[in-house]
C-alpha cells in the first residue's frame, strides 16, 4: 500500500536538505576560508562541486529511475548526504571539502531525480501540478530557514562544524520517512523503456523545453547569485533581499496549482517571463529601497520557472519518463556551473569599462554590477519571444494527465 502523504513529506525533507546544504554551507564559507587559509579560486571551485555533482547523479538517477526503483536512489542519495556532511566536518583539508561538495552534490540531484517521478506517478493533473509546487517550495523555504540559522548561529559564536550538524537532522528525517514505505509504480504505458524515453526526448516539444531550460535556470540563478555581491554598495542589504526573493518564491509555489490551473502552464511560464524581465531590469536600474520591489517581481517571476518546466515535461512529453525530468533538472543545474564563471567574466570587463571612466569605490562596484544586471535582462526577455511561441504552439492541446 503506498503512503502518499508519507512519501511527499519524505521527499519535501530530502529538499529541505539540498536546501540547508546551499544555505549553511554558503553561511560558513568565511569561516572556512579563514580557517583553512583558502583562496577566492578555491572556495569558487568548492562550489563548483556542488554544482557538478547535482547534475551528475540527477541524470544517472533519471537513466535506471525505472530499473533500481526510487527506494534505491533515495538509500543512495541519504549515504551520499550523510557521508559528505561527516567528511565537512572532519576532512579538514581543501580536497576533503572537494570530495565532500561533491557527494552532498550526488545526494542532492538523487532526491531530484526520485522524488520529481515519483510525485509525478503519484497525483496527476492539476494535483500533480501543485504537489510538485509544493515541494519545490521548500528549496527556497529551506534557504530562507537555513539562511537564518546560519547567520544567528555566527552571530552567536557557534563553531562551523555545529552549523553543519543542522544539515543531518531534516537528512535522517528523510531517511526515516522513506524506510520501508511501497512506492508508486508508473502510471504511463511504455515509459519505462528507456528506448522510448530517447525516442519522446528527440521531439521537437522537449529540444525546446531543453534549451528554454538554461535560460530560465539562469534567469533564476544567475541574479540570485550575484545580486548580494553588486547591491552591496547599492543602499540595500543583501541579506534582506535574499529572504525576501526565497521567501516569497516559497509562498508563491504554495499556491502555484491554483495558478497552473487558470492561467495553464504556458500562461504561467510567459508571465513569469515578463515578471522576470521587469525584476532583473530594476535591479539593473534601480538602488535603496527600491531593491526591494524589484525583488518582488523577481521573485514572482522565477518562482514558477523550475517546478512548471518539470511539470510541463511530465504532462506533456510523458514518454520521456523519469529520464526526461531528470535531464531537464540537470540541464538547468549543469547550466550554472558553466554560466557563473561567465558572469565573473562580464563583472571583470565592466569593472574595468567603469574604472577606464574614472570611477572608483563604491560608485564603480555598483555601476559595473548593474551593466552586468543589463546583461543578464536579455534571458528573461528572450524567454518572453520563446514562451509566447510556446504559448500559441500548445494552445487547444491538453495536457496526457490533465
Known amino acids: 500500500m503506498v503512503n502518499d502523504s508519507r512519501l511527499f513529506n519524505a521527499s519535501c525533507f530530502a529538499l529541505i536538505t539540498t536546501a540547508f546544504s546551499f544555505s549553511i554551507r554558503a553561511g560558513i564559507l568565511p569561516q572556512l576560508q579563514t580557517e583553512l587559509n583558502l583562496t577566492g579560486e578555491e572556495v569558487g571551485v568548492i562550489n563548483s562541486m556542488w554544482f557538478y555533482g547535482f547534475p551528475l547523479s540527477m541524470i544517472i538517477g533519471g537513466l535506471v529511475y525505472h530499473s533500481i526503483g526510487p527506494k534505491i536512489i533515495m538509500q543512495f542519495a541519504f549515504f551520499a548526504h550523510f557521508v559528505g556532511i561527516i567528511l565537512t566536518i572532519y576532512g579538514g583539508s581543501y580536497i576533503g571539502l572537494l570530495i565532500s561538495t561533491f557527494l552532498i552534490g550526488l545526494g542532492n540531484g538523487c532526491t531530484e531525480a526520485a522524488c520529481n517521478p515519483l510525485i509525478a506517478d503519484t497525483y496527476s493533473g492539476a494535483k500533480m501540478n501543485t504537489m510538485l509546487n509544493r515541494f519545490h517550495m521548500w528549496f527556497p523555504g529551506g534557504i530562507v530557514i537555513g539562511s537564518l540559522l546560519s547567520e544567528f548561529m555566527t552571530t552567536q559564536g557557534f563553531a562551523w562544524q555545529t552549523q553543519i550538524w543542522i544539515i543531518l537532522i ?5 531517511a526515516f520517512l522513506f524506510f520501508g514505505q ?13 528506448g522510448n524515453n530517447l525516442k519522446a526526448m528527440a521531439t521537437p516539444l522537449f529540444i525546446f523545453i531543453f534549451i528554454c531550460m538554461i535560460l530560465t535556470a539562469t534567469t533564476e540563478f544567475g541574479p540570485q547569485q550575484w545580486v548580494g555581491l553588486i547591491l552591496k554598495s547599492s543602499g540595500a542589504k543583501p541579506m534582506l533581499i535574499l529572504a525576501l526573493v526565497t521567501g516569497l518564491m516559497a509562498v508563491a509555489r504554495f499556491f502555484g496549482g491554483a495558478i497552473i490551473h487558470k492561467f495553464d502552464q504556458t500562461g504561467v511560464l510567459l508571465g513569469s517571463a515578463v515578471l522576470a524581465t ?25 518562482a514558477y520557472f523550475w517546478p512548471t518546466m518539470i511539470g510541463f515535461t511530465a504532462e506533456r512529453v510523458p514518454l520521456s519518463g523519469a529520464l526526461g525530468m531528470s535531464v531537464i533538472g540537470g ?10 564563471p561567465q558572469i565573473g567574466k562580464w563583472l571583470d570587463t565592466a569593472k574595468a569599462e567603469q574604472t577606464a571612466k574614472g570611477l572608483q569605490g563604491e560608485a564603480l562596484e555598483l555601476a559595473a554590477g548593474q551593466q552586468v544586471l543589463g546583461t543578464l535582462t536579455l534571458f528573461p526577455l528572450v524567454l518572453i519571444v520563446l514562451f509566447a511561441g510556446l504559448y500559441f504552439w ?5 495536457p496526457v494527465h490533465a
Open 182 to 194: 511501497a512506492f508508486p509504480k508508473p502510471k504511463v504505458e511504455g515509459v519505462t523503456s528507456v
Open 170 to 174: 531534516p537528512t535522517i528525517i528523510y
Open 278 to 302: 521587469i525584476g532583473v531590469y530594476l535591479f539593473s536600474t534601480q538602488t535603496g529601497t527600491m531593491a526591494y520591489v524589484a525583488a518582488i517581481f523577481f521573485a514572482m517571476g522565477v
Open 331 to 340: 540541464i538547468g543545474m549543469l547550466s550554472q556551473a558553466f554560466m557563473n
Open 394 to 398: 500548445q494552445r487547444g492541446k491538453k
